[in-house]
């Protein structure tokens, strides 16, 4: 089985940074889509941003593009997300996934919730005004 394990959530101000990381075992990822997620009370689940393992070729929505940034430690099967001048918008329970395919992120520019095939269970970010 492939886990995945989030960490780094907390509460920050407006403007403010926090790096997420979300650690995988069970399985290797070279070929694997890796990314982020998040939602909102009463939101659907929204793709945040994306990584392919093989190439580290990154991927962003729009609405977090120049804020945050997505990285990887391959000694560490860990992927990343650095998140800076934080909005209130962005308060949600981030989720790391990961897809078994690489190739959707790169045709498409993003993830889609429904094909991942593993989940973590979440970190909550919370962004105070």
């Known amino acids: 089985q492939v886990q995945l394990v989030e960490s780094g959530g907390g509460l920050v101000q407006a403007g403010g940074s926090l790096r997420l990381s979300c650690v995988a075992s069970?399985?290797?990822?070279?070929?694997?889509?890796m990314g982020w997620f998040r939602q909102a009370p009463g939101k659907e689940r929204e793709f945040v941003a994306a990584l392919r393992w093989s190439d580290s070729s990154t991927y962003y929505a729009d609405s977090v593009k120049g804020r945050f940034t997505i990285s990887r430690d391959n000694a560490k099967n860990t992927v990343y997300l650095q998140m800076n001048s934080l909005k209130p918008e962005d308060t949600a329970v981030y989720y790391c996934a990961a897809d078994r395919s690489s190739v959707p992120l790169y045709v498409t520019g993003k993830l889609s919730a429904q094909r991942m095939d593993y989940w973590g269970k979440g970190t909550l970010v919370t962004v105070s005004s």
């Open positions: 069970g399985r290797t990822f070279t070929n694997y889509a």
